[in-house]
Each structure stands twice: as C-alpha cells, then as structure tokens.
C-alpha cells in the first residue's frame, strides 16, 4: 500500500514562509505526478499545485502563483512546496497526492498537515 508521509506543517505569522515535505514510499508503480491539495474549515479541498515526475513541468492555483512553490526530489520520492509571504486564507490542511503515469486523477492521498497564518 502506497504511503505519502506530510511534515513541515505548523504556525507563521502573516508574510511568513514555511516549507511542507511529503515522502512516499512503498510505490508499486510509475509516478506520473505529484500534488498538494489543501483544504479549509468548512470549504471543499481545492487543487494548489503539482509536478509531473519526469518532466518537471509544474502548475498552480492562481491564489498561490508567484507565492508557492513546488519542487520535487525522485531520487527520494519526496514532493515539497516552498510558501512564502503566507496569508490567513491560506491556513487549511495540506494534503500531498500521487498521480500514476498515464493516470488522469490522484488516487493515492496522504494524512494532511496543518499550515495555520495568523494575522
């Protein structure tokens, strides 16, 4: 069973920065991408932003464009996202995901970790 492992999650203050890590393991498969969701109190997980695995080519909500950034290590099977100057309605949970090749959804999700911006 696939395992993607969140950390890096906490508290910032307004314009701060932090990054989130996301580890898989026990993959079975070839990674087509990778992706972080997020997803407030009350509100429907929405899209942030991913990685195809071997091109490296990336995509981002237009809330987080020029904030957020994601990058990728393959030879660690870890997806990470660099947010900077953080805004309170970027607090919500932060969910990586795993898309197969070929595959048009991501099926393999993991735990979460909250991000929480104060103002």
């Known amino acids: 069973q696939v395992q993607l492992v969140e950390s890096g999650g906490g508290l910032v203050q307004a314009g701060g920065s932090l990054r989130v890590s996301c580890a898989a393991s026990r993959l079975t498969f070839s990674v087509g991408a990778m992706g972080w969701f997020r997803q407030a109190p009350g509100k429907e997980r929405e899209f942030v932003s991913r990685?195809?695995?071997?091109?490296?080519?990336?995509d981002y909500a237009d809330s987080v464009k020029g904030r957020f950034t994601i990058s990728r290590d393959n030879a660690k099977n870890t997806v990470y996202l660099q947010m900077t100057n953080l805004k309170p309605e970027d607090t919500a949970v932060y969910y990586c995901?795993?898309?197969?090749?070929?595959?048009?959804?991501?099926?393999?999700w993991g735990q979460g970790t909250q991000v929480t911006v104060s103002s």
């Open positions: 990685i195809t695995w071997r091109s490296g080519s990336t």
């Open positions: 995901a795993v898309r197969r090749y070929l595959d048009s959804t991501f099926n393999y």
